[in-house]
Each structure stands twice: as C-alpha cells, then as structure tokens.
Nanobody, 115 residues
Framework: QVQLVESGGGLVQPGGSLELSCAAS????????MGWYRQHPGKQRELVAT???????NYADSVKGRFTISRDNAKNTVYLQMNSLKPEDTAVYFC?????????WGQGTQVTVSS
C-alpha cells in the first residue's frame, strides 16, 4: 500500500502564489508518473499537471506558464508551484501517483483564491 499526503493549500489573494507538496509513503517499490488534479464544486476532477519519473511534464492549458510541477524521486515527493493565481483556480487539489501500474490518490487540499 502507498499513502499520499498533500500539504500547502490555503487562502491566497488573486495574483499570489502557493506551493503544494505531496509525499508518498508505505511499501514503495517504484513510483512512475505523479501528478496533480483538481476538482471544482459540482464538477469532475480534472488534470492540472503530470510529471514522469524522468521529469517529462504535461500541463493543462489553463495553467501553462503559471504552474510548475517538479518531483524529488529520492523523497517520493511531488510539488506544484502555483503563481499568478486566479479565482478560477479555486478547487480541491489532489495528488496522484502511479505505483507499479496502480493509481493512488491523496485526500485533497483546498486552494482558495479570493480577495
């Protein structure tokens, strides 16, 4: 089993920045792709960004140029640096990890962008 724990969410003003972190723990053999997804109230979960073990990245068009995903394989941790935040970025953000072909999810962390 693999557990994912997110941290770093909170309230920020429009134009501000936040960094999310997600640490994986448990019986880890090898984590492949890690990513961040978000869910707006009443909507389906959507991709924000993913990063492969070799650090190839993929971003949703809505966050390109503002968000940066990175990872530390030694620490089994993935990060999401969010800059120039907009009210529409308000959502619950979930961490995802592919461990030996099985998907694992964190519990989610709330990000609220409001003045």
């Amino acid at each position: 089993q693999v557990q994912l724990v997110e941290s770093g969410g909170g309230l920020v003003q429009p134009g501000g920045s936040l960094e999310l972190s997600c640490a994986a723990s448990g019986s880890i053999v090898r984590i492949y792709t890690m990513g961040w997804y978000r869910q707006h109230p009443g909507k389906q979960r959507e991709l924000v960004a993913t990063i492969t073990r070799g650090s190839n990245t993929n971003y949703a068009d809505s966050v390109k140029g503002r968000f940066t995903i990175s990872r530390d394989n030694a620490k089994n941790t993935v990060y999401l640096q969010m800059n120039s935040l907009k009210p529409e970025d308000t959502a619950v953000y979930f961490c995802n990890a592919d461990h030996l072909g099985r998907d694992y999810w964190g519990q989610g962390t709330q990000v609220t962008v409001s003045s």
